[in-house]
């Protein structure tokens, strides 16, 4: 499996996970906002410390992101490009936004699929603060109550990453988690199911970076991508992940993973739910 070596100590522990409680929240994210305040407002108001929101066929103007890219130094085993801002209005096909905290202030961790004025499909790693929600649009979250995510330094990678934080239980109806680099996502996301006593389980909204791509048809070379879950379940324990994958050229691929080929490049936010049916 691809690997790569980050420039810090490597940690421990590979895998943070904390049990809660989700609660499903839905809301119209409302014109002339910043993708921020839209989509963190109701979140902080409904009492959430954590959680995961998707949303859809949002237009968005102006509206600014950046790709995947390589580092300049040693500092990082890769890093973004410099930001860019399409003219005219980009409708997000679909997003994946983890919401917490950094530096006390509600933040979001946001990746999409988009469609830019110019007809061009693209992805990457959107800009929330420097985007503005140009028409109203639906989104769908799941908060918890019991969990925060913080932003914090990350001494392995040298960025500033969310960690969730909450108390230890044996057993609960969801789970917020943290994956770390090189480790397969697929893989991990069975051993939090298994630790966390859920083998039936539904993965909700959900996004981060791998090391490239693995698909069951396909595959993306660039060592460097961003990547969000369109579906994804754990059923007797097995996992499958239906992911956008957003390469160094902003080229958006498709696909479900290889099971075991597909390690993460700095960190990957995991949410899961019971699945009770």
């Not at 890769?78 to 980009?90: D, I, N, Q």
């Not at 696909?255 to 990957?268: A, K």
Request: hydrophobic share 40%.
């Amino acid at each position: 499996m691809r690997r790569l070596t980050q420039p810090g100590p490597v940690h421990p522990e590979r895998i943070d996970m904390f049990p809660g409680t989700p609660e499903e929240l839905r809301f119209t994210l409302k014109a002339g906002l910043t993708l921020n305040e839209a989509l963190t407002a109701p979140m902080v108001a409904a009492g959430f410390q954590s959680g995961t929101i998707v949303l859809e066929g949002a237009a968005v103007a102006p509206f600014s992101y950046v790709m995947p890219g390589p580092s300049d130094d040693s500092s990082h085993v890769a890093y973004f490009t410099a930001p860019r801002s399409p003219e005219g209005t980009t409708r997000i096909e679909r997003g994946n936004a983890t919401f917490g905290w950094s530096d006390g202030r509600p933040a979001l961790h946001c990746h999409a699929a988009w469609i830019e004025a110019d007809g061009g499909r693209r992805g990457g790693h959107i800009l929330p603060h420097d985007t503005i929600v140009a028409g109203d649009a639906k989104a769908i979250a799941w908060g918890f109550r019991d969990i925060r995510i913080v932003g914090a330094a990350d001494a392995e990678t040298n960025f500033t990453l969310f960690q969730p934080h909450g108390d230890a239980r044996a057993e609960a109806r969801g789970v917020v988690a943290r994956v770390k680099p090189n480790e397969d996502i697929t893989l991990a996301i069975e051993a939090i199911a298994r630790v966390c006593r859920m083998p039936d389980a539904v993965i909700r909204g959900s996004l981060g970076s791998l090391i490239g791509a693995r698909f069951l048809r396909g595959e993306v070379a660039d060592y460097a991508t961003e990547v969000l879950v369109r579906a994804g379940r754990v059923r007797d324990g097995s996992a499958e992940l239906d992911l956008v994958v957003v390469d160094m050229g902003g080229r958006v691929h498709e696909g479900r993973l290889v099971r075991g080929g597909n390690p993460v490049l700095i960190t990957f936010d995991v949410f899961l739910e019971r699945d009770a049916a």
